[in-house]
């Protein structure tokens, strides 16, 4: 994985559905193809924002455990 | 943006209190995240919140909960929750979030939509809201 020309945004502390709501606004604002990971504290983020990615037809480009929180890296896709 | 998903949520706002006024808000982020049109209808207490400078003072919790209110209150302030208010005026912000205020109770209080927090987007009757509910597949009552 690259690490180059990645968005990333730290919502590590902020509640459900913070950080999904913050995934969004960085995917719109993004380009097709760019990368946007964020970092969330919250554990409803574990199912929420993968279920987004899916249904908006992004590609979850992996998880990642951290010390309490967790990266999410997301390939915007169209 | 996504398919075979309801188009439309409306939801019902009884409640005035913080602990009722959290669901809303956070049902309507969610479903806004998932491309769903939502339809807030205030209603009695629902509306009496939306009262212009009421969202930003409001710190009423349901009695039955009383006795948890200053802990609920301590623990978000810890936390940096934000208020439901923010949360409702950013998911409004990013999606589709039309919030009506219900006609009668307007006028049984003698306020007009300028009396309202401007959040509210216009005044409708029942039949209306009912009207539109009807187009959507998920209907709440809060």
Partial sequence: ?78 | MVDKMPNKMSIVVYSGTVDKLYPVAIMTSGAVAMGTNVELFLTFYGLDAFRKGEPQKNQKMDVNYAELAPMLAKLMKEKNVPSWYDMLKQAKEMGNVKVHACAMTLDLMGMKLEHLDPIVDDVVGAAEFVDNAKQGEITLFL
């Fill in chain 1, 1 to 78: 994985m690259t690490e180059e020309q990645k968005t990333v945004l730290d919502a590590r502390g902020s509640f459900c559905p913070g950080p999904l709501m913050e995934l969004i606004r960085g995917i719109r604002q993004a380009k097709v193809g760019e990368l946007i990971e964020v970092w969330s504290s919250d554990s409803g983020s574990r199912r929420d924002i993968p279920f987004w990615v899916q249904k908006a037809g992004h590609q979850m480009v992996g998880v990642y455990e951290e010390a309490g929180y967790a990266r999410f890296l997301v390939k915007k896709v169209k």
